[in-house]
T-cell receptor, first 112, second 114 residues
Framework: KQEVTQIPAALSVPEGENLVLNCSFT??????LQWFRQDPGKGLTSLLL?????REQTSGRLNASLDKSSGRSTLYIAASQPGDSATYLC???????????FGAGTQVVVTP | EAGVAQSPRYKIIEKRQSVAFWCNPI?????LYWYQQILGQGPKLLIQ????????DSQLPKDRFSAERLKGVDSTLKIQPAKLEDSAVYLC????????????FGPGTRLLVL
């Protein structure tokens, strides 16, 4: 059974510092790895999707890497801003029908 | 393009009562998902529809939860009777097809069972 872990559960950084968020998964047989953002009282917003054949994906200040052999993905957010404060979740796509296995998330606070 | 719509946004009920949630996916999206997110945890898939048919309901507590998707569009999720441990946010998501497609999430329904 696939298990997805995100450590730490919470993180606080000063504005301008780079953010590094970690995600680990136990079964390397994944179709893709996705990163989501969740704001309080709201649903999830997709940030990046890395296919199993890819090593990384970039969008603006966001960069995500994937190392299937070690069961790890890392989300980098450059030059953090207070607006980046949210909970970030990673999810592994575990079957061909689209079933996502989520981690519990990392709650990020960026202080001005 | 309109996003995934869910209603109600909040619901408070007493245990043993019944409750229903509604979801309207993005137009043209064939796949619809219902997730349960308990406070402090990631979302857990309850049921997945491909058009009208159920693809995966392995984690749906079928003795109390039921879901349907009429005409391959809107969907309802029902809990009857509710238990205290059902307190959670219920998220609906949709995608064009499946597998490597991005899932788009609605705002969720926050349920509190007293």
């Amino acid at each position: 059974k696939q298990e997805v872990t995100q450590i730490p559960a919470a993180l606080s950084v000063p504005e301008g510092e780079n953010l590094v968020l970690n995600c680990s998964f136990t079964d390397s047989a994944i179709y893709n790895l996705q990163w989501f953002r969740q704001d309080p009282g709201k649903g999830l917003t997709s940030l990046l999707l890395i296919q199993s054949s890819q090593r990384e994906q970039t969008s603006g200040r966001l960069n995500a890497s994937l190392d299937k052999s070690s069961g790890r993905s890392t989300l980098y957010i450059a030059a953090s801003q207070p607006g980046d404060s949210a909970t970030y979740l990673c999810a592994a796509l575990t079957d061909s029908w689209g079933k996502l296995q989520f981690g519990a998330g990392t709650q990020v606070v960026v202080t001005p | 393009e309109a996003g995934v719509a869910q209603s109600p946004r909040y619901k408070i009920i007493e245990k043993r009562q019944s409750v229903a949630f509604w979801c309207n996916p993005i137009s043209g999206h064939a796949t619809l998902y219902w997730y349960q997110q308990i406070l402090g945890q990631g979302p857990k898939l309850l049921i997945q529809f491909q058009n009208n048919g159920v693809v995966d309901d392995s984690q749906l507590p079928k003795d109390r939860f039921s879901a349907e998707r009429l005409k391959g569009v809107d969907s309802t999720l029902k809990i009857q009777p509710a238990k205290l441990e059902d307190s959670a946010v219920y998220l609906c998501a949709s995608s064009l097809l499946r597998q490597q497609e991005t899932q788009y999430f609605g705002p969720g329904t926050r349920l509190l069972v007293l």
